[in-house]
C-alpha cells in the first residue's frame, strides 16, 4: 500500500509541475522544469523547522497529519473500489484541513484563508449534483458497479455530462491558481498554509499532490471507467492539461463571484437532474 | 522531541508499512484492513521522515509541540 502512496504523491507533484509549465508557456514565459514541485517539497523537507508562537500547536501539526490521512484513504478507496459516497465524503473532510490550517495559524492572512474557505463551500455544491446524478444513472454509487455499468453501457462521460462538468469544476475549484483559488490568492499572501514553513510546508505540498493525483484519477474512473493503467495516466495528464488551460485563460474571481458560479452550476445540473428523475 | 525518538517511530512505522503491503499482496492480511492500517500509518511515518529530514540541518533536539 505504501508504494501506492508515495507513487500518487509523486505524481500528483508532477502532474502540479506540469500545471505551473503550461500556465506559464500559455502566458509566454518559459516556466519552472515540471519536476520543480517535486523539488520544492524536498527542498521544504530540509529546511529548519519549527511551530510558531502564535500558532495553537496541536491543530497546526495534527492538520498536517489529517491532510495526509484523508487523501491516503481517498486513494484507498479507489484502489479497493469502494463506495463514491465515501469518497465524496473524504473531499468535504478536506474543508476542516483548510480550515484548520488557517486557524491554526497566528497569520491574519492565514486566517483570512480560512475565512475564504468557509465562503467557498459552494464548491462542494456542484459535488453534490455530481453524485446524484451518477446515482440516478448507474443505481449505485459503488465504483466496481460504476466501473461495470460503463462496461456495458459505455463512458458515462456521455451519458452523464453535466455530472462530469460538475465533478471538473469541483477539481478546478481545488487546483492552484484556478479561478476559484480564492483560499490562496495572492493579495492574502498563501491564504490559508501562508504561516506552514519547513517540513510542514513540504508535507502539506506532498498532501495536495495526492489530493490532485486523486480527484484527476477519479474523475477517470468514474466517467471514463476501465481503461487499463497507461491511458488511465495519458486521460489523467490531458485533464490536466485542460484544467491549466481553464486556470491560465481565467482571471481569479473575487470570493462572491465564485461562489456565484458554482451555485449557478450546481443550480443548472440540479434542473437536469429533475428533468430526468420527472420527466426522462 | 529527541531525535532517537523520532528515528524509532520513522523506522517502526516504516517496517509495518512495508509489512502490511506485503501482507496485503500476499492475502495473509485482507486488503480493506491492510488499507485502513496503511491510512492511520502513512502520516506518523511521512511526517516522522519529514522532521528527520529538517533534523540535519538543525542537529540534536527536534523542535516538535510543546517545545
Known sequence: ?280 | MKRHYVQLIAIISGILLIVLSVAGHQDIVQVPVAAVLSIVLAPVFLISVGLLFSAEVIDGDIPFMGY
Not at chain 1, 70 to 75: E, G, K, Q, R, S
Not at chain 1, 126 to 155: F, K
Not at chain 1, 225 to 245: D, N, Q, R, V, Y
Not at chain 1, 255 to 274: E, K, R
Open chain 1, 1 to 280: 500500500m505504501i508504494e501506492y502512496i508515495i507513487a500518487a504523491m509523486f505524481a500528483g507533484l508532477l502532474l502540479h509541475g506540469i500545471h505551473r509549465k503550461v500556465i506559464a508557456r500559455i502566458q509566454g514565459r518559459p516556466g519552472p522544469p515540471i519536476w520543480q514541485e517535486i523539488l520544492h517539497t524536498l527542498k521544504f523537507l530540509g529546511k529548519e523547522s519549527w511551530i510558531p508562537k502564535t500558532a495553537s500547536q496541536g491543530v497546526y501539526v495534527a492538520v498536517v497529519g489529517i491532510s495526509i490521512a484523508i487523501w491516503t484513504a481517498a486513494l484507498m478507496l479507489l484502489i479497493t473500489q469502494e463506495s463514491l459516497l465515501l469518497l465524496f465524503a473524504l473531499y468535504v473532510l478536506h474543508k476542516i484541513v483548510e480550515h484548520g490550517i488557517g486557524l491554526a495559524s497566528g497569520s491574519p492572512y492565514a486566517k483570512f484563508g480560512a475565512i475564504r474557505s468557509v465562503v467557498s463551500a459552494a464548491s462542494e455544491l456542484p459535488l453534490l449534483s455530481s453524485v446524484a446524478l451518477i446515482y440516478l444513472i448507474t443505481g449505485s454509487l459503488m465504483l466496481r458497479d460504476i466501473e461495470a455499468y460503463q462496461a456495458i453501457n459505455g463512458p458515462l462521460l456521455i451519458v452523464a455530462f453535466p455530472a462530469a462538468v460538475a465533478l471538473y469544476l469541483v477539481i478546478l475549484s481545488k487546483i492552484h491558481y484556478g479561478p476559484f483559488s480564492i483560499v490562496e490568492a495572492k493579495e492574502i499572501v498563501s491564504g490559508y498554509w501562508t504561516e506552514h514553513f519547513g517540513v510542514w510546508r513540504g508535507l502539506m505540498n506532498a498532501a495536495f499532490g495526492l489530493k490532485t493525483f486523486v480527484l484527476l484519477y477519479t474523475f477517470v474512473v468514474v466517467f471514463i471507467g476501465p481503461i487499463g493503467l497507461p491511458l488511465t495516466l495519458l486521460a489523467i495528464l490531458i485533464l490536466m492539461i485542460t484544467l491549466s488551460f481553464v486556470c491560465a485563460a481565467t482571471p481569479m474571481l473575487s470570493p462572491y463571484d465564485s461562489v456565484t458560479v458554482q451555485t449557478l452550476t450546481t443550480g443548472l445540473i440540479a434542473i437536469y437532474i429533475i428533468y430526468l428523475g420527472v420527466f426522462a
